[in-house]
């Protein structure tokens, strides 16, 4: 790539990364918000933001202030999006408000995203680092970069 196309490309990825934050805020969860855009040949053909599974109560946290293990992923949300479309995630770009965790960096890559730009570190990287084993492109985005 060369510089001009690279810095094109570093715009995008600022602004669609803006719009994850922005998505992230339709999160009903309180203890943390994340959100996910997939995009394809510069089209948004999917997001998610995390939540329990559809039908159930909008309540992500438990008595005890804890997460319910049935609340799926930002990223999960808008891969299972996906699934009932008639679109294909074959290709694309996953844009994530935080680092993808180990399930859901399973999802990314049976799904066929071949490229994910994020921002907030996760306490463990073991999600980027199986992203990286299959060899997809992982872009961190600091937050003065966007
Ligand atoms: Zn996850």
Not at 69 to 98: C, D, F, Q
Request: hydrophobic fraction near 35%; aromatic fraction near 8%.
């Amino acid at each position: 790539m060369d510089s001009e196309t690279n810095k094109k490309q570093k715009e995008l990825d600022s602004r669609y990364l803006r719009m994850a934050i922005i998505w992230s805020e339709n999160s009903y969860c309180i203890r943390r918000k994340v959100g996910a855009l997939i995009v394809k040949d510069k089209m948004i053909i999917s997001d998610g933001y995390n939540g329990t599974p559809s039908g159930f109560e909008n309540i992500c946290e438990d008595q005890n202030n804890k997460t319910k293990p049935y609340v799926l992923h930002a990223e999960a949300n808008a891969i299972t999006k996906i699934a009932r479309s008639n679109n294909s995630s074959n290709g694309a770009t996953l844009y994530v408000t935080a680092a993808p965790c180990i399930e859901c960096a399973k999802l990314i890559i049976q799904s066929g995203i071949k490229r994910i730009v994020y921002s907030e570190s996760y306490r463990l990287d073991d999600g980027i680092e199986l992203l990286d084993r299959a060899g997809i492109e992982v872009v961190f985005l600091d937050h003065e970069q966007y």
